[in-house]
């Protein structure tokens, strides 16, 4: 299975392994790693489960649709390497992934 | 020690475990359900769960290991039956009786049941649990007949489902229009020709008279229109709060669980989150019961912040969703507390919203695959933003421009 790390903006790392066809925001959750919230539960409707992507999976976890980008316009502390993670599907080739969350979902 | 008694496991009562923990609630919490499963998302049932592409383990919230390293025990598949204030104490369908230091109702709704005669013959469905879409599911091939009894979101997001799966489906409802009790004309319209483009057949203004066994197992549907011939019938006609309980323990209910803006009841022990209860929403100046997650968890965090003696009150805008077809739509606050429709964008273009404005300030907004205008209108809704409709309605004029 593919290995995610998720480091909390305080720096803590949870390093777990995801099965391949889960979201990364169902990652975090199904492993205990607090900071996202994803209050509705994976329907691109809440930006609530808001996360940076490290810059060498950029290209790996795809492309944002238009839904996507336009409901991160709108959380908090958005840059360019901002997703919503329960818009990133996990493939063998995130094996390794590393996503920050941000402070503001603390 | 006594703790914390929480009846109902759904999505309030796992935010509340969360929450209580997060807010330093330090005593035993134990969770009683009367289905089987763990705490799980409901929106699901009626879309991506029914067509298969959601296994039934990607429904539940939390994992199992949260509920044990948050010391919570869930009680899955017991239900409680009888709540004595005086004592503190939940007797539950096993004849146990569990002690509470401080009680909460979680405990949802539950469909309002067709009352007409035949009602009760096989092939007939609701859809509210997962045991209700697994009994759903063996009948859900292409080329069957479904008819659906009840044309809101439940009985649409199964109509879209059903279509793309190829089945034959009709779509009964008893008033003028779908969706007529929770949104405009304009969306109704937009959403019944959608579905009618997808092959499905709507009939409004019709209310059904009652079911007769046909041949083979079928159901025959009679109606105020044409008689119908089913392999099976969902009914999706509303859904009421799940009081009986409380109303029994002498908690005052009234359309839910009256609760106040911590969600206390009527007893300073308990508490109500979530469908079951109905709460003041200071944002909007009324009181209100709502269907939906957003309030199940942003009433669960009200309530544990003031269990752990942090009152907050709870003073969020509503929002829901829907998925059908291609179309996200996205609501946020009430749209029968507008007076004046702008629109912004074109609903042929499958992409456009719909603004309610009372007194010239947004009450509400239905998107359709319009983020931009759900996110915004929901900031207009808190903030009361007087808006200027010409703007509003230009779609060259963007969003964020409305909010400085």
């Given at each position: 299975?593919p290995?995610?790390?998720?480091i909390?903006?305080?720096?803590?790392?949870h390093?777990?392994?995801?099965?391949?066809?889960l979201?990364?925001m169902?990652?975090?959750?199904?492993?205990?790693?607090?900071?996202?919230d994803?209050?509705?539960?994976?329907?691109?409707?809440?930006?609530?489960?808001?996360v940076?992507?490290d810059?060498?999976?950029a290209a790996?976890?795809?492309?944002?649709?238009d839904?996507?980008?336009?409901?991160?316009?709108?959380?908090?502390?958005v840059?360019?390497?901002?997703?919503?993670s329960?818009?990133?599907k996990?493939?063998?080739?995130?094996?390794?992934?590393?996503?920050?969350?941000?402070?503001?979902?603390? | 020690?006594?703790?914390?008694?929480?009846?109902g496991?759904?999505?309030?009562a796992?935010?509340?475990?969360?929450?209580?923990r997060?807010?330093?609630?330090?005593a035993p919490?134990?969770?009683?359900?009367?289905?089987?499963?763990?705490p799980?998302?409901?929106?699901?049932?009626?879309?991506?769960?029914?067509s298969?592409?959601?296994?039934?383990d990607?429904?539940y919230?939390?994992?199992?290991?949260f509920?044990?390293q948050?010391?919570?025990?869930?009680?899955l598949?017991?239900?409680a039956?009888?709540?004595?204030?005086?004592?503190k104490?939940?007797?539950?369908a096993?004849?146990d009786?569990?002690?509470y230091?401080t009680?909460?109702?979680?405990t949802?709704?539950?469909?309002?049941?067709?009352?007409?005669?035949?009602?009760?013959?096989?092939g007939?469905?609701?859809?509210?649990g997962?045991?209700?879409?697994?009994?759903?599911?063996p009948?859900?091939?292409?080329?069957?007949?479904?008819?659906?009894?009840?044309?809101?979101?439940?009985?649409?997001?199964?109509?879209?489902?059903?279509?793309?799966?190829?089945?034959?489906?009709?779509?009964?409802?008893?008033?003028?229009r779908?969706?007529?009790?929770?949104t405009?004309?304009?969306?109704?319209?937009?959403?019944?020709g959608v579905?009618?483009?997808?092959?499905?057949?709507?009939?409004?203004?019709?209310?059904?008279?009652?079911f007769?066994?046909g041949?083979?197992?079928?159901?025959?549907?009679?109606?105020?229109?044409p008689?119908?011939e089913?392999?099976l019938?969902?009914?999706?006609?509303g859904?009421?709060?799940?009081?009986?309980?409380?109303?029994a323990?002498?908690?005052v209910?009234?359309?839910?669980?009256?609760?106040?803006?911590?969600?206390?009841?009527?007893?300073?022990?308990?508490?109500?989150?979530?469908?079951?209860?109905?709460?003041p929403?200071?944002?909007?100046?009324?009181?209100?019961?709502?269907?939906?997650?957003?309030?199940?968890?942003?009433?669960?965090?009200?309530?544990a912040?003031?269990?752990?003696g942090?009152?907050?009150?709870?003073?969020?805008?509503?929002?829901?969703?829907?998925?059908?077809y291609?179309?996200?739509?996205?609501?946020?606050?009430?749209?029968?507390?507008?007076?004046?429709?702008?629109?912004?964008?074109?609903p042929a273009?499958?992409?456009?919203?719909?603004f309610?404005?009372?007194?010239?300030?947004v009450?509400?907004?239905?998107?359709?695959?319009?983020?931009?205008?759900?996110?915004?209108?929901?900031?207009?809704?808190?903030?009361?933003?007087?808006?200027?409709?010409?703007?509003l309605?230009?779609?060259?004029?963007?969003?964020?421009?409305l909010?400085?």
């Open positions: 299975m290995k995610i790390t998720y909390e903006h305080t720096g803590k790392e390093t777990v392994e995801v099965a391949t066809g979201t990364v169902e990652g975090a959750i199904k492993n205990l790693v607090p900071g996202i994803a209050d509705c539960g994976g329907a691109c409707a809440c930006a609530t489960c808001h940076y992507v810059a060498a999976f790996k976890t795809g492309e944002k649709s839904m996507e980008q336009t409901m991160l316009d709108f959380a908090n502390e840059n360019e390497t901002s997703r919503l329960c818009q990133i996990v493939t063998p080739e995130l094996d390794g992934l590393v996503v920050r969350l941000p402070a503001s979902q603390h | 020690m006594a703790g914390m008694v929480v009846i496991a759904g999505q309030a796992s935010q509340l475990v969360a929450s209580l997060t807010e330093g609630y330090a919490i134990t969770v009683v359900g009367d289905e089987p499963y763990p799980y998302q409901r929106p699901p049932l009626s879309k991506k769960f029914l298969g592409e959601l296994a039934e990607r429904l919230i939390r994992p199992a290991e509920y044990e948050a010391g919570a025990a869930l009680m598949g017991v239900r039956t009888r709540v004595d204030l005086e004592a104490t939940v007797t539950l096993t004849g009786r569990l002690a230091e009680l909460a109702f979680t949802g709704s539950r469909v309002r049941r067709l009352t007409t005669p035949g009602a009760d013959l096989p007939i469905f609701y859809l509210r997962i045991a209700d879409v697994k009994a759903i599911q009948h859900f091939q292409a080329g069957k007949r479904i008819v659906i009894v009840g044309g809101g979101y439940i009985g649409l997001e199964v109509a879209a489902v059903a279509a793309k799966r190829g089945l034959k489906v009709t779509v009964v409802e008893a008033l003028e779908c969706l007529q009790r929770v405009s004309k304009l969306m109704s319209d937009f959403f019944e579905h009618r483009e997808a092959g499905v057949t709507i009939l409004t203004s019709t209310g059904v008279h009652g007769k066994a041949a083979n197992g079928t159901v025959i549907v009679e109606t105020a229109g008689q119908l089913a392999d019938v969902v009914a999706g006609i859904i009421l709060p799940e009081q009986e309980v409380a109303q323990a002498g908690l209910c009234e359309n839910g669980i009256v609760v106040d803006e911590f969600a206390r009841a009527s007893d300073p022990n308990v508490y109500a989150i979530g469908d079951c209860s109905n709460h929403n200071p944002l909007l100046g009324r009181r209100l019961r709502l269907e939906s997650v957003q309030n199940a968890i942003d009433q669960a965090k009200a309530a912040a003031a269990i752990c942090k009152p907050k009150p709870y003073a969020e805008v509503p929002w829901f969703w829907s998925d059908q291609d179309l996200k739509l996205q609501i946020a606050g009430l749209s029968m507390l507008g007076d004046d429709l702008v629109v912004r964008g074109d273009s499958r992409k456009f919203a719909a309610y404005l009372r007194a010239g300030a009450a509400a907004v239905d998107a359709v695959n319009a983020a931009p205008e759900y996110m915004i209108g929901r900031m207009m809704i808190a903030q009361k933003k007087q808006v200027d409709p010409a703007k309605a230009d779609p060259s004029v963007p969003m964020k421009a909010m400085g």
